[in-house]
């Protein structure tokens, strides 16, 4: 659990990605502690008395972590109810999830007609698999896009959408109709040329068109041409980090923000996935004579260019 602090901080993030699809000035924003925190444990329970256990069984992930043996905290019981007390306090006319919120809209429904509120027209959306094609997007899995990335990595994390998954990723993520859609996908013989369009087409939505070309020359520049990126950001290493005017470069890597833990660094470099001016790093034991200027260069699309900080 995080603080009700934490919870305001994580809004304003939230508020800024939906910023970029609706008009804030005509959004009315409500934080769900306006009623919950003057709730007493009587109008919690009263909440409770709402749902039998038999109803909330039948929302899918519960019955099978049942079915499985995975434990049910009693609390979570109580997302349900507190989603559908929103819907009543909000006065919801339409509640917009993901599919596999369709229980909780309906829950949603169940109370407001409870309560003598119109219920709510219940409007879900089809989950987006992420980059690895794998599982649902997600900013804890890493497989995402987020919608207030900078042009070039929104651009080179769309070009590692699988080919399998571009026809969605134009349904769900483009304004780009179905018809436009088949004929930019069967256009082009090479799937690659229909990724650019996908990939153009998502940057042009949240930035411009402008950004769009923009990102798509960088990424030529750096995955064609094997150039570096026009713009990359200086990291400062103090010069207390160093020894006889070298480093680790596991603990490089952690310096830059390419990597939360040593452990991570390690396997970064091990994968083949870092280089230092253009030349490939392999053994997480080696020590790098460090001089202003260098490229660190992480994955596929992160780099940074050293500055020594005396």
């Given amino acids: 659990m995080i603080t009700y602090e934490k919870v305001r901080e994580n809004a ?24 919950f925190k003057k709730m007493t444990f009587h109008d919690v329970i009263q909440l409770a008395a709402k749902m039998t256990v038999a109803r909330m069984m039948e929302r899918d992930d ?17 997302y349900p109810l507190m989603q559908g007390y929103d819907s009543i306090m909000v006065k919801s006319d339409v509640e917009l999830g993901g599919t596999d919120q369709l229980f909780s809209l309906l ?13 709510q027209v219940a409007l879900t959306t089809p989950l987006l698999e ?10 804890s899995l890493g497989n995402y896009i987020g919608v207030t990335e900078t042009p070039t990595e929104m651009f080179g994390k769309a070009m590692s959408i699988p080919d399998n998954l571009m026809h969605k990723y ?8 179905i ?16 990724k650019v369009s996908l990939a153009k087409s998502i940057v042009q ?31 400062e290493i103090s010069d207390g980090e160093l020894t006889d005017g070298k480093i680790w470069v596991v603990r490089l890597i952690v310096l830059c923000g ?25 053994d997480p034991t080696l020590n790098i004579e460090l001089k202003n200027d260098m490229v660190l260069k992480v994955g596929k699309r992160r780099f940074a260019r050293i500055v020594i900080k005396r």
């Fill in 170 to 177: 134009f349904e769900l993520a483009t304004d780009l109709s």
């Fill in 258 to 282: 390419f990597a939360a833990t040593n452990g991570e660094a390690r396997r970064l470099v091990q994968q083949g996935g870092v280089s230092i001016n253009n030349n490939s790093v392999t």
């Fill in 12 to 35: 304003g993030t939230y508020l800024l990605q939906a910023g970029k699809i609706l008009d804030l000035k005509k959004t009315e924003v409500v934080y769900n502690s306006e009623w």
């Fill in 130 to 139: 992420g980059i690895d094609g794998n599982k649902k997007m997600s900013k």
């Fill in 62 to 78: 519960f019955t099978k972590r049942y079915s499985a043996g995975i434990p049910i905290s009693v609390h979570e019981f109580i």
């Fill in 205 to 235: 939505r949240y930035h411009d068109k402008k950004d769009a070309e923009a990102a798509a020359a960088e990424f030529d520049r750096i995955f064609k041409e094997h150039e570096l990126p026009d713009k990359i950001p200086d990291v």
């Fill in 107 to 119: 829950v949603g429904r169940d109370m407001q007609r409870d309560a003598g509120v119109e219920p």
């Fill in 179 to 194: 018809k436009e859609i088949n004929h930019l996908l069967n256009v082009h013989i090479h799937p690659r040329a229909s």
